[in-house]
């Protein structure tokens, strides 16, 4: 394997994503036909989902996406030689990785609509990853090329393109440079791109406990980085609980009035109840993203453990409004009116939800959840169960 394709790994390793789509197999078809960039968000998906490369090669502009890498990188020497072997990288391991990830993962991804992000029409692609939570994709187009040329992740708070510059800035020595502006530091030991190259090389492996232990014997100056104490985040995720809190105490400690961060440190706010700031952020991703469903479901979970039920009860309705055929939505209201001990109206969500959904909602096994217990006594509880029977 050559030297850009390993690294193309690495970068992947870090800032890959999972799609998977609801449409129907005509969405890359409609994309060929009439190459708008909804219809192109619409088909990205869908060809993730069904696993198809080939789809992805035509979608993705690889040729613009590694031009803009190159370009952060200031050009260096060569770099129209590296490109081409970038290029057969991320075709031959960008593409795996992802559906990797998508069979490793039971969760959904879906187009959700344009927005317009520093006045550029962005198509957004929301990764609902179950217990992981979720995630935003934003794919980003020029009018004077064909495809996507670039794509911003919440998780990491940057474009692609940003992403794999500074992976390049890391471990090639012609962009000692750029590394050091990215590090700010004066200075770039060579031992300190020898750690970066073992790190992507170990988490190829497997070996995530001593590819974390690398990092963290880097010089603290580096240590507290944005980019490495990102990929600490990120690395920290495959180990005990314990260290992810830690890593990502830390990275909100160094970064966390960075905005483009917020999605990340989701975790963190819950982790120590910091309702309050994590509305705050879920408030401006909400504008960002246009009224979004989801994330003004999280509005309501944060309402409800911050203890204002009003609010919890306002959001979540707004959510069912925005999204009325999401389950998960009509769940979470039933926790509410659990909470506020609004039994009648519980039992009437139930029966909303086994008509609109087609499901069976067994009252014994709703018995057995933890919270549920003075609902399980209620006249109301009895009442139902008895009418099921």
């Known amino acids: 394997m050559n030297k850009v394709s390993t690294l193309i790994i690495f970068v992947v390793l870090y800032f890959s994503f999972a799609l998977q789509a609801e449409e129907g197999l005509s969405a890359f078809q409609t994309w060929k036909a009439e190459p708008s960039s909804a219809n192109a968000g619409l088909a990205f998906a869908n060809a993730l ?3 198809n490369a080939e789809q ?31 290029k057969q990288g991320l075709s031959e391991n960008l593409y795996k990785t992802w559906f990797s990830l998508l069979e490793q993962s039971s969760g959904e991804a879906r187009y959700r609509r ?7 029409d962005r198509a957004l692609v929301m990764l609902d990853l179950g217990e992981s939570g979720v995630n935003y994709i934003e794919l980003i187009f020029d009018t004077t090329e064909p495809g996507i040329v670039d794509f911003y992740t919440h998780s990491s708070g940057e474009k ?10 890391i471990v090639l020595p012609e962009s000692s440079n750029f590394l050091k502006r990215l590090l700010g530091i004066k200075d770039i030991d060579k031992r300190v791109a020898e750690t970066f190259k073992s790190v992507g090389v170990l988490n190829r492996q497997g070996r995530y406990e001593q590819a974390y232990k690398k990092l963290k014997s880097l010089p603290k100056e580096i240590r507290d980085s944005r980019i490495i104490a990102l990929m600490l985040v990120f690395n920290s995720q495959n180990l005990e609980e314990s260290i992810y809190r830690k ?8 970064y966390g009035d960075n905005e483009d961060l917020f999605l990340m440190l989701m975790d963190h706010y819950f982790y120590t109840e910091q309702y309050d700031k994590g509305l705050v952020g879920l408030k401006k991703l909400n504008n960002r993203l246009g009224n979004d469903a989801s994330v003004i479901n999280m509005m309501s979970v944060f309402y409800f453990l911050k203890g204002d039920l009003k609010l919890a009860t306002k959001q ?10 999401n389950e998960d939505h009509y769940w979470f209201k039933g926790d509410i009116l659990n909470e506020q001990g609004k ?5 009437q969500l139930f029966d909303l939800i086994e008509s609109k959904f087609e499901v069976y909602i067994d009252p014994d096994e709703l ?23």
């Open 49 to 51: 989902n069904d696993q």
């Open 56 to 86: 992805l090669e035509q979608l993705l502009n690889l040729d613009v996406l590694l031009s803009r890498t190159f370009s952060i990188l200031g050009n260096p020497s060569g770099y129209k030689n590296m490109m081409k072997g970038a």
């Open 114 to 120: 344009m927005i317009n992000v520093d006045e550029q």
């Open 160 to 169: 692609a393109s940003q992403s794999f510059a500074k992976v390049f800035g």
């Open 247 to 254: 890593e990502l105490a830390n990275l909100d400690k160094l």
């Open 316 to 325: 979540i309705d707004d959510a069912i409004m925005l999204e009325e055929m």
């Open 343 to 347: 039994f009648k109206e519980l039992v």
């Open 367 to 389: 018995k057995a959840i933890e919270g549920y217990e003075k609902f399980s006594e209620s006249k109301e509880f009895k009442q139902w169960k008895e009418n099921k029977a």
